[in-house]
């Protein structure tokens, strides 16, 4: 079955440090598509990044990188030098259907980050 | 500004009580989702819908209902078949498939009494 384990519930960090936000799924896609969403206080989800299965290249965005690895089904999220502004809930997603065509996403249940001051 | 409004922030209901919560897009999108999000279990699929008149259930549509009869709106009601209501309730939209992101409204909290 499609899954998305995101094992680290809640991390706090002191600011500039830089933490990793693990995700690690499971899918019987061979094309599938990998998502990172930010949820502030506020409540409403954020899209930082999308990646296919075909491509293993990591990404970097500022103080954002991520690594994607098919090998250990992993696709972690660093942030570099962490700032008070990114404390927030972090969701890891999977899309599935995309070969059978269900059309879901699967959410991980979130990486809760606090960074203090 | 193109998004999703979902309508009210807070809603507060008496048990047993039928209660819809209103999602409306201006993204064009043909493909609209809701969640309920409870703390600790991340975000839970309702139901989905991939095109006008169509629509799916998710993996807790029991005690739900949704219609799709315009593109850009997709309401959600919660009826009193749904044992535990009291949760946060995110709408979201897609151009279409899972090939793309999605993009969400602000989220309804909603507190049954």
């Known amino acids: 079955a499609q899954k998305v384990t995101q094992a680290q519930t809640e991390i706090s960090v002191v600011e500039k440090e830089d933490v990793t936000l693990d995700c690690v799924y499971e899918?019987?896609?061979?094309?599938?598509?990998l998502f990172w969403y930010k949820q502030p206080p506020s409540g409403e989800l954020v899209f930082l990044i999308r990646?296919?299965?075909?491509?293993?290249q990591n990404e970097i965005s500022g103080r954002y990188s991520w690594n994607f690895q098919k090998s250990t089904s992993s696709f972690n999220f660093t942030i570099t030098a962490s700032q008070v502004v990114d404390s927030a809930v972090y969701f890891c997603?999977?899309?599935?259907?995309?070969?059978?065509?269900?059309?879901?996403?699967?959410f991980g249940t979130g990486t809760r980050l606090k960074v203090l001051a | 500004d193109g998004g999703i409004t979902q309508s009210p922030k807070y809603l507060f209901r008496k048990e047993g009580q039928n209660v819809t919560l209103s999602c409306e897009q201006n993204?064009?999108?043909?493909?609209m989702y809701w969640y309920r999000q409870d703390p600790g279990q991340g975000l839970r699929l309702i139901y989905y819908?991939?095109?006008?008149?169509?629509?799916q259930k998710g993996d807790i549509a029991e005690g739900y209902s949704v219609s799709r009869e315009k593109k850009e709106s997709f309401p959600l009601t919660v009826t009193s078949a749904q044992k535990n209501p009291t949760a946060f309730y995110l709408c979201?939209?897609?151009?279409?498939?899972?090939?793309?992101?999605?993009?969400f409204g602000p989220g309804t909290r909603l507190t049954v009494l």
């Open positions: 979201a939209s897609s151009i279409g498939g899972t090939t793309n992101e999605q993009f």
């Open positions: 899918t019987r896609d061979t094309t599938y598509y």
């Open positions: 990646r296919n299965s075909f491509d293993e």
């Open positions: 997603a999977l899309s599935e259907g995309v070969t059978s065509g269900t059309y879901k996403y699967i």
């Open positions: 993204l064009n999108h043909d493909a």
């Open positions: 819908s991939q095109i006008v008149n169509d629509f």
